[in-house]
């Protein structure tokens, strides 16, 4: 809005673009043809054609309305507030610079279904911390690092807990929390998704394979990068608790895990304060690797965390920590606010 600009509105000049009359109205209240006016709205008939009629150059604007998604939504629930939130989402969309990529397939996913489903799942966050009593949320790096951002923004005049980002990881945290260098404590390291090698599974437990070339080598394992079948890995994974190996994980783990704590405790982890967890979650294995971290340094800690989802081969809850799912599998031992198992379809990378 420009100084000079002025509104025309129908029902205080007693005109309207329907039957035309407001195109003739506004020509002469600004001294001009009706052929000097361009004119662009969102209604065929009455911004389009009746426009046309009078000689205004008029253009059809076709994303003002609901989109599918949010037709969808205002149709299937009957409530004040969800065509409140529905209208909040297309002001928002609406009010992208009106650049060609704003209205591209991509634009109107981020509009029309991610930026809507992290927000309703962040504002669920903060719900249930108010009603537990939390005092603070530690939004987990790097993937719960946009869920902060709506949490801030949304937390903004409420008695919300406070916010904080914590940098934590697989690599952080999985080795450090080594205490047993045994076949079942190390199960992340080589019953993996990702690549299977013994230099693979080596560096996941903070380990060099040169370091160890010669302990390899007498094993078997002249290449570090073969792959290997389940029967190798058996092999490997034999050896490797058995021997030297062992004990340089554990000791490498021991240093690594002063380093955390003291991270934690600058953090506010090691405090007596009601706090909990954020991130994408599914199967927990990083809060488990966190709760035996903390419990080195305070007997009794129990992590608990709010998780986007929680997937049906998550770490059981009396072996990890409590937590909360907004998403949960049909067959997970702990129901989520909602069940969805399409959610788990997707790997997080994708969100």
């Not at 009359?21 to 969102?42: C, N, P, R, W, Y």
């Not at 790097?142 to 807990?161: C, E, H, S, T």
């Not at 490797?240 to 783990?253: F, K, N, R, Y």
């Amino acid at each position: 809005w420009q100084e000079g600009d002025s509104l025309y509105v129908s029902s205080e000049v007693g005109k309207s673009k329907h039957h035309s009359s407001l195109f003739h109205h506004v020509a002469s209240a600004e001294g001009v043809k009706t052929a000097q006016i361009s004119h662009t709205g969102d209604n065929k008939r009455a911004d389009v054609k009746m426009a046309r009629i009078t000689g205004t150059r008029a253009s059809h604007y076709r994303e003002g309305g609901l989109t599918r998604y949010e037709q969808a939504v205002v149709r299937d629930l009957h409530n004040p507030a969800v065509a409140r939130f529905i209208g909040i989402n297309r002001s928002l969309r609406l009010s992208a610079a009106p650049t060609e990529d704003a209205h591209s397939p991509a634009g109107s996913l981020i509009h029309s279904v991610i930026a809507p489903f992290l927000t309703v799942y962040v504002a669920w966050v903060l719900r249930e911390a108010r009603r537990a009593g939390k005092e603070r949320l530690y939004f987990v790096s790097r993937d719960a690092q946009v869920f902060m951002r709506i949490a801030k923004v949304l937390g903004q005049g409420r008695d919300n807990p406070r916010c904080q980002y914590l940098y934590g990881s697989r690599k952080a945290w999985f080795a450090p929390s080594l205490q047993r260098c045994d076949r079942e404590e190390i199960r992340w390291a080589y019953e993996s998704n990702m690549e299977r090698t013994p230099a693979a599974i080596l560096r996941r437990l903070d380990l060099e394979p040169a370091d160890f070339s010669a302990e390899l080598t007498a094993a078997g394992f002249n290449n570090p990068v073969e792959p290997l079948d389940p029967a190798r890995t058996e092999q490997f994974v034999t050896m490797l608790v058995s021997g030297t190996i062992a004990e340089s994980a554990l000791e490498l783990a021991s240093r690594k895990r002063e380093a955390v704590l003291g991270y934690l405790e600058q953090e506010g982890l090691l405090d007596d304060s009601n706090w909990s967890l954020v991130d994408i979650g599914c199967v927990h294995t990083c809060q488990n690797s966190l709760q035996r971290i903390l419990t080195t340094a305070r007997r009794g800690s129990r992590v608990h965390g709010y998780y986007l989802g929680v997937a049906e081969n998550h770490v059981p809850g009396s072996e990890c920590v409590d937590f909360s799912g907004y998403f949960s599998h049909s067959t997970a031992d702990k129901p989520g606010a909602n069940s969805g198992d399409w959610v788990f379809h997707l790997p997080s990378v994708m969100l």
